[in-house]
């Protein structure tokens, strides 16, 4: 007995260095454990149960040599051991992570114990034909049809474990095929060593199913376990990092300098509040496109832009306006060596349309953005009643979406707004306006992700302003993911 548990012990430390070993291989140490006890439990040669304590012995060694390495890393980096300072739930979550760990870092290398023994015993009892000589040790060669069964059985069993749980643990845990692929790799290991036994047995021998099942049910009730912490610290992750906010922007865009201007344009409401518009008036600032040319002064003479709100015949809306919007038409080409190129300006003169090289650009385009948080998560797919949209709307209709998402969900709309615009400006000019309003609701799983609706008008006017205009509006609700 006592040399049969130092046999054990001693295959076990072998199966935990070897572990230990394969741990430093990229790729390999997601299984190195699985490894570690299978080596172990092939070496012990005493049945399931004798190899699966030994692979459980080589796990325990592989979890001591990881804490070890990891503790003089900490003391090399830090020059102490860093165990105070912290949140007490922060190093609570810690321990119990690096218990679970090490829990499971046993279970997989008793299970790469037991599967071991499996396989020296089916290569110790594989059935031989007429044609296979027996080594040495009494061992006779495998069959070719037992080890691709078995290599069949345990691909299929990878390939589905590890691809239905990445695609399960994704909303929850990333990278969940990080955490896929030791499972699989455990499942397919399984199946292909039993299907190799099952195939490769004796005419005579019979397989303890119930202890395999038994074996199976308590991994499967572990592995479950685990599964459920991890879908636990992933949802906390998800609702620690969700965020929902309103994104209100207006674009004037002009490519000649105006005089004089005021444009009226759509404002969020939601049911008479209008928390959005009120933070713009209170607190917008302007972004100018400037464009990026050697010559040109990057910080053009600053625009003394005002903004009210307006009661108007279509209801209320914000005005912007200005005394005089100075726009600059900026002449370049297009200079290249060897490595890079850049853009260097010209001189009205020097500009030819016809050569590709060259191009002309404004200062004329102006964005004025603010976000508010909303403290609930925002109805995405139903805003209408609920959030805040641009108004006025006349005549809304449904029409296909162009890009679609979730056709429960996803809808689109079209209707026709209105903008005032006044300005004096020449008869070639070109105006835009643009407004945009959108409520997003945020989260990380895997990366950030979420959903969203988008409310927006346009609309190009040419010449001088002369009061109002029609716009054209487009409307989308449900787009993007959604947990529930």
Same mark, same amino acid.
């Given at each position: 007995?006592?040399?049969?548990?130092?046999?054990?012990?001693?295959?076990?430390?072998?199966?935990?260095?070897?572990? +230990?070993?394969?741990?430093? =291989?990229?790729?390999?140490?997601?299984? *190195?454990?699985?490894?570690?006890?299978? =080596?172990?439990?092939?070496?012990?040669?005493?049945?399931?149960?004798?190899?699966?304590?030994?692979?459980?012995?080589?796990?325990?060694?592989?979890?001591?040599?990881?804490?070890?390495?990891?503790?003089? /890393?900490?003391?090399?980096?830090?020059?102490?051991?860093?165990?105070?300072?912290?949140?007490?739930?922060?190093?609570?979550? *810690?321990?119990?992570?690096?218990?679970?760990?090490?829990?499971?870092?046993?279970?997989?290398?008793?299970?790469?114990?037991?599967?071991?023994?499996?396989?020296?015993?089916?290569?110790?009892?594989?059935?031989?034909?007429?044609?296979?000589? *027996?080594?040495?040790?009494?061992?006779?060669?495998? +069959?070719?049809?037992?080890?691709?069964?078995?290599?069949?059985?345990?691909?299929?069993?990878?390939?589905?474990?590890?691809?239905?749980?990445?695609?399960?643990?994704?909303?929850?845990?990333?990278?969940?095929?990080? =955490?896929?692929?030791?499972?699989?790799?455990?499942?397919?290991?399984?199946?292909?060593?039993?299907?190799?036994?099952?195939?490769?047995?004796?005419?005579?021998?019979?397989?303890?199913?119930?202890?395999?099942?038994?074996?199976?049910?308590?991994?499967?009730?572990?592995?479950?376990?685990?599964?459920?912490?991890?879908? =636990?610290?992933?949802?906390?992750?998800?609702?620690?990092?969700?965020?929902?906010?309103?994104?209100?922007?207006?674009?004037?865009?002009?490519?000649?300098?105006?005089?004089?201007?005021?444009?009226?344009?759509?404002?969020?409401?939601?049911?008479?509040?209008?928390?959005?518009?009120?933070?713009?008036?209170?607190?917008?600032?302007?972004?100018?496109?400037?464009?990026?040319?050697?010559? !040109?002064?990057?910080?053009?003479?600053?625009?003394?832009?005002?903004?009210?709100?307006?009661?108007?015949?279509?209801?209320?809306?914000?005005?912007?306006?200005?005394?005089?919007?100075?726009?600059?038409? /900026?002449?370049?080409?297009?200079?290249?060596?060897?490595?890079?190129?850049?853009?260097?300006?010209?001189?009205?003169?020097?500009?030819?349309?016809?050569?590709?090289?060259?191009?002309?650009?404004?200062?004329?385009?102006?964005?004025?953005?603010?976000?508010?948080?909303?403290?609930?998560?925002?109805?995405? *797919?139903?805003?209408?009643?609920?959030?805040?949209?641009?108004?006025?709307?006349?005549?809304?209709?449904?029409?296909?979406?162009?890009?679609?998402?979730?056709?429960?969900?996803?809808?689109?709309?079209?209707?026709?707004?209105?903008?005032?615009?006044?300005?004096?400006?020449?008869?070639?000019?070109?105006?835009?306006?643009?407004?945009?309003?959108?409520?997003?609701?945020?989260?990380?799983?895997?990366?950030?992700?979420?959903?969203?609706?988008?409310?927006?008008?346009?609309?190009?006017?040419?010449?001088?302003?002369?009061?109002? !205009?029609?716009?054209?509006?487009?409307?989308?609700?449900?787009?993007?993911?959604?947990?529930?």
């Amino acid at each position: 007995m006592q040399e049969r548990t130092a046999s054990t012990l001693r295959n076990g430390v072998l199966g935990g260095v070897v572990g +230990s070993a394969l741990g430093f =291989v990229p790729l390999v140490l997601l299984v *190195a454990p699985l490894l570690g006890g299978g =080596v172990a439990g092939y070496l012990e040669r005493e049945g399931p149960k004798r190899g699966a304590l030994a692979g459980a012995v080589a796990g325990i060694v592989m979890a001591a040599v990881s804490t070890l390495i990891t503790g003089v /890393v900490l003391a090399l980096r830090f020059g102490e051991f860093p165990v105070g300072g912290g949140p007490l739930r922060s190093l609570g979550i *810690a321990a119990l992570l690096s218990l679970a760990a090490t829990l499971g870092q046993i279970l997989v290398a008793g299970v790469g114990g037991a599967l071991g023994a499996l396989l020296a015993d089916g290569r110790a009892s594989a059935p031989s034909g007429s044609h296979t000589v *027996a080594g040495a040790d009494g061992a006779r060669p495998p +069959s070719w049809r037992a080890i691709l069964g078995g290599l069949v059985a345990g691909l299929a069993a990878f390939l589905a474990v590890t691809i239905s749980l990445t695609v399960v643990l994704d909303p929850l845990v990333w990278p969940s095929l990080l =955490v896929a692929l030791p499972i699989g790799a455990v499942a397919g290991a399984s199946a292909a060593v039993l299907g190799y036994r099952y195939l490769a047995r004796g005419p005579e021998e019979t397989i303890n199913w119930r202890a395999i099942g038994i074996g199976v049910l308590v991994v499967v009730l572990v592995f479950g376990l685990l599964l459920f912490g991890l879908s =636990v610290l992933g949802q906390q992750r998800v609702e620690q990092s969700s965020e929902s906010t309103y994104e209100y922007r207006v674009t004037l865009s002009t490519d000649r300098s105006l005089e004089n201007a005021t444009v009226y344009v759509p404002m969020p409401t939601d049911d008479g509040d209008t928390e959005l518009a009120a933070q713009f008036l209170q607190s917008v600032r302007y972004e100018r496109d400037v464009p990026a040319l050697r010559g !040109y002064d990057p910080d053009p003479t600053p625009v003394n832009f005002t903004y009210e709100r307006v009661e108007t015949e279509h209801g209320p809306m914000i005005a912007i306006s200005a005394d005089r919007i100075d726009v600059s038409r /900026v002449y370049y080409r297009v200079v290249e060596n060897e490595t890079m190129g850049w853009r260097e300006r010209i001189s009205p003169d020097e500009y030819d349309p016809t050569d590709p090289a060259m191009g002309v650009r404004d200062d004329g385009s102006f964005t004025f953005t603010v976000t508010l948080r909303s403290e609930e998560r925002i109805e995405t *797919a139903d805003p209408l009643g609920t959030a805040p949209i641009l108004t006025p709307q006349y005549d809304r209709t449904a029409v296909e979406c162009r890009f679609g998402t979730d056709a429960e969900r996803h809808r689109c709309y079209e209707y026709d707004s209105r903008v005032y615009a006044t300005y004096d400006t020449t008869p070639n000019a070109t105006v835009y306006v643009s407004t945009e309003l959108s409520g997003r609701n945020e989260w990380f799983s895997g990366g950030w992700t979420g959903n969203e609706y988008r409310d927006r008008t346009s609309v190009e006017l040419l010449g001088p302003g002369r009061g109002w !205009y029609v716009t054209s509006g487009e409307l989308e609700v449900g787009r993007g993911n959604y947990r529930d």
